[in-house]
């Protein structure tokens, strides 16, 4: 059992003995991309739950049970008011249990249990709304946005991207250069000061950037899709613990999800069939059962 800030003890939930891990995918009010996530995490080696929010916010199901919580990509509650903003505040002011406690509350102790948050798209406009990204402050408030992106369109594209040899994310290790698909109308990141600007860019927590076909990090569209500050796709904490971007890695699980799969099997018949996006759930997943295992010893 473990006290939170609040005085509220709960439980801290101890690796399963099969060492097996568990990644929770949230659903629901528009949510549309869980069970392609889901199927990422298995293909990684995890156990993937998908759980309408309802049942965690009723308290049917617990996210201490789980070791990485993931907000995947849709249209929450048809982005009214913005996009992720209602599910932001859904989570920040839904009372769930006593003393006013609230998913946001359960969201930072599961951090602070030293597990891990993953958004992806409509997931990361949330995380950003809601503050746990960046939170330069450590207080979780807001710090930036995403909005309208700079084409005034919805963009459904490929793009390349570079993993910032600064982050320390866990998602991220061992990636340089990937490519993998967007599909948002709201994802340009906005930073509303040269301040935050340094300090995301001191603590390299613009974790990835757009980048040109030569490979350098860029505001011109179309490899910038949305025109974001920093060429920013996406975002870490300052604990490496809390990850989102506004690509879809669940889009780039086999190498034939890639619109030029043939001319590249042509060109290359002994590449590998997994695409570029698994990476990144099979380094979390990775990470996850060493923690696990040294726990166990």
């Not at 600064?166 to 994802?187: I, M």
Request: charged letters at 20%; a negative charge; hydrophobic letters at 40%.
């Amino acid at each position: 059992m473990a006290q939170d800030s609040q005085g509220l003890v709960h439980k801290v939930q101890s690796p399963a003995q099969d060492g097996a891990v568990r990644a929770l995918v949230l659903t629901g009010f528009g949510i549309n991309c869980e069970e392609e996530i889901a199927a990422a995490y298995r293909l990684a080696g995890a156990q993937a739950t998908i759980v309408h929010l309802n049942q965690v916010l009723h308290g049917a199901v617990s996210i201490h049970d789980f070791d990485v919580l993931t907000f995947p990509g849709g249209f929450s509650f048809g982005d009214d008011l913005g996009s992720g903003v209602v599910l932001a505040n859904k989570l920040r002011y839904r009372q769930t249990g006593p003393g006013g406690r609230t998913l946001l509350d359960d969201i930072k102790q599961f951090v602070a249990d030293g597990k891990f948050v993953l958004g992806i798209c409509n997931g990361f406009q949330v995380l950003v709304k809601l503050g746990l990204l960046p939170n330069l402050g450590g207080d979780v408030t807001p710090e930036v946005t995403l909005t309208h992106n700079a084409s005034g369109r919805y963009e459904d594209r490929w793009v390349r991207l570079r993993v910032n040899p600064l982050s320390k994310t866990p998602f991220l290790k061992g990636l340089d250069v990937l490519e993998v698909p967007v599909r948002h109308g709201e994802g340009r990141l906005v930073v509303p000061d040269a301040a935050t600007r340094g300090a995301l860019q001191a603590a390299g927590l613009n974790c990835l950037s757009y980048i040109d076909a030569a490979g350098d990090g860029t505001s011109e569209y179309p490899h910038n899709p949305n025109g974001a500050d920093l060429n920013c796709a996406g975002l870490t904490d300052p604990t490496g613990q809390v990850f989102g971007l506004m690509p879809h890695p669940e889009a780039f699980l086999s190498a034939f999800n890639h619109p030029d799969w043939a001319r590249r099997r042509r060109q290359n018949p002994g590449a590998p069939e997994e695409g570029a996006g698994l990476q990144i759930f099979k380094n979390i997943v990775e990470h996850i059962a060493q923690k696990h295992s040294v726990l166990a010893n």
